[in-house]
Structures are given as structure tokens and as C-alpha cells.
């Protein structure tokens, strides 16, 4: 499957077939690196990553899997770049698909990505948008497969807020891939209907099936149980009393994790606030006098968790994204 030159930033953009092809490429790359394999085939290329919000997991995954692919990477903060300040995007795409073979954006709006996408003659990869998380969506198909064997048929319940790029973006990818997606969360915290409509009519052709609750009975018979923060990066501290009195109902327990099958898995696409061992779960911890917030430790450690496989899913899945859309050959 050809997908050099294409850029990488919602997964409403890519079929089935793609985003398959993504995940077993995936796949075929974490064997080679487990077996000591080397797999650089694209020396002599380099990738510009910007990031306007910071991350532990997508920014080691982009740099271990361009190193892996042989290629070099210029990191770029908050303080590093001139974009949307003192030069234009459209501008900075320009510049920056000069110097480089590939642009990964992270960052807040999804017209920003769009626009370098653009104005870029480059591939450009979403890390992270308000909106979209796409490549997260590849770690956890790729994690699923790898624990059931399969993707298509199995229930999918996603508990919290679902208005956001998890929501969406899990939403998306499920419906795409045969998945029975349920956003378990109160109906203001529902994703937006018109992305909705799309996805019940991808759905419609992929055997999916799409349904939003507000009763947690729903994650009833799930296969996955999946949840996020309450409060993303970059939102104000003040929404968090909001945010706990509506979403408390939803936490993701053993109580519960027994209403799902007993084969079931939880997920998380990290950081999690399932203790008081961070600053932020200590602070609101105490402040609100909760030992977790959207996780209980207990479910977050036992054994029905795959949140660090799924954690270094990342990098197998960014570099089978970068590695397809580069045009690199095994």
C-alpha cells in the first residue's frame, strides 16, 4: 500500500484498509526492533517536531522512531518557534519544509495542523489537537490486536468526557474499524452530533455501531473499558470542581470493571491521575478529597491493565506513520 506523501492528520481521512495496513506495519516494525533488527532506511532524512504542548509519550515516541528510521530530529518548545507569533503558519510550513522531510505538529487547534498541512510539501503529522489524536488511536488498535487477536466485533466503552480528541478520535476509529463504540458520560459531555452523524454512517458500512449514555450500565459486556483526565493540558484550574462533580459518577473502578466482561482490559492514553503521587493529583486530591480522579489505583496497577503496552505502542505506531508516509521500503 502506497501512502508516501500523505499527511497524517485525522484518521477520518484514511480507510479501513489504511489505517490496518498502519497497524500491522506497526506491528512487523515492533518485532524487527524487539529482535534487534535494524530497520533504518531513511538516513539522510530529518523531521522537524513542534510542540506547543508538551508530552512525555508522543515526543520520545517521535524522536526514538526517527532515530530507529535513521533519520535526525529538531525539537522544537513553546520558546523554540516563531510559529503562529512573530511568523505566520502558512509561513513557517514554508521555511520548515525547506529544511525537512516531515513536520509533526502538537499543539491546540486543529486548523493549525491543517493549515501547515497546507502550505507544507512535506508529509504533516497531528501529535495532538484540541480535536484529534490519531496517532494515539494506531497505539491502541495495535495494543488491542496484540491482546484479542482482533479488532472488528468487540465493544469499546469510553468513560468521561467524550467532547474532546479522545472522544472524537476513538469514536472515529472504531467506527472505521468495526468496533461497537460506547461514550459513556453525561449527554453534555457527548461528542459533538454532527461527528457523530459521520461516524454512524461510516459505521453503517463497517458493521460498527455507535451509542451514547449517560447510565454507566453501558459499559455492560464491554471488551475495553477506556478512560482519559478530567481536565486536559492547557485548560484553567477552575473547571476542575465542574469537571469532578459531573464526571465523578464515571470514574472507572472495580465496581465498575465487574459491570464489564470478565476478559476485559482497561486503557489509558496517559498521564493518569490514579494517586497522589503527581503534583496536580495531590493538589486537587486534597483540595477535593479524592484519593483518584478518573482511575482508581486499584484498577490502574491490577491486572486487567494495559496502559504501559499501550504506552509503548506509541513509537511502534508513529513510526510505521512516518515510515509509510516517507515512502520508506523494507
Given amino acids: ?3 508516501k506523501g500523505r499527511d497524517f492528520l485525522t484518521l477520518l481521512d484514511y480507510t479501513p484498509e489504511e489505517i490496518a495496513y498502519l497497524v500491522d506495519l506497526a506491528a512487523e516494525l515492533k518485532a524487527k526492533k524487539k529482535a534487534g533488527v535494524l530497520h533504518d532506511v531513511l538516513r539522510g532524512k530529518n523531521v522537524a517536531l513542534i510542540f506547543e504542548k ?13 532515530h530507529d528510521l535513521g533519520m535526525g530530529s529538531t525539537y522544537l518548545d513553546p520558546t523554540g518557534s516563531q510559529i503562529g507569533k512573530k511568523e505566520s503558519i502558512a509561513d513557517t510550513a514554508q521555511v520548515l519544509c525547506g529544511m525537512f522531510d516531515g513536520i509533526e505538529y502538537r499543539g491546540y487547534g486543529q486548523e493549525i495542523v491543517n493549515e501547515l498541512a497546507k502550505y507544507s510539501t512535506v508529509p504533516v503529522w497531528n501529535g495532538l489537537t484540541n480535536e484529534f489524536h490519531p496517532t494515539q488511536i494506531l497505539a491502541d488498535f495495535l495494543t488491542i490486536k496484540e491482546h484479542f487477536g482482533k479488532l472488528a466485533g468487540l465493544k469499546f466503552a469510553y468513560m468521561g468526557d467524550a467532547r474532546y480528541n479522545m472522544g472524537n478520535s476513538l469514536m472515529i476509529g472504531c467506527a472505521k474499524m468495526g468496533l461497537h463504540f460506547v461514550a459513556c458520560a453525561p449527554k453534555a459531555y457527548w ?39 478530567w481536565v486536559s493540558m492547557g ?18 473502578n472495580a465496581e465498575l470493571m465487574a459491570k464489564a466482561k470478565p476478559t476485559a482490559v482497561f486503557m489509558h492514553c496517559l498521564p493518569a491521575y490514579h494517586d497522589h503521587k503527581t503534583a496536580v493529583g495531590k493538589e486537587m486530591g486534597e483540595k477535593f478529597g479524592r484519593d483518584a480522579m478518573e482511575v482508581t489505583d486499584e484498577v490502574f496497577t491490577g ?19 512516518m515510515a509509510a508516509t516517507l515512502g520508506a521500503e523494507f
Fill in 235 to 252: 485548560e484553567p484550574v477552575e473547571v476542575w470542581a465542574e469537571r469532578i462533580e459531573a464526571l465523578a459518577p464515571y470514574q472507572v
Fill in 191 to 229: 461528542p459533538a452530533p454532527e461527528l457523530v452523524e459521520k461516524c454512524k454512517a461510516i459505521a453503517a458500512e463497517t458493521g460498527a455501531t455507535i451509542t451514547l449514555s449517560d447510565d454507566t450500565d453501558a459499559v455492560k459486556d464491554a471488551d475495553v473499558v477506556y478512560t482519559d483526565v
Fill in 1 to 3: 500500500m502506497n501512502l
Fill in 54 to 66: 508538551t508530552s512525555t509519550r508522543t515526543r520520545c515516541s517521535f524522536e526514538v522512531a526517527a
Fill in 303 to 321: 491486572p486487567q491493565s494495559i496502559v504501559f503496552q499501550e504506552a509503548e505502542n506509541r513509537m511502534h505506531t508513529i513510526k510505521a506513520v
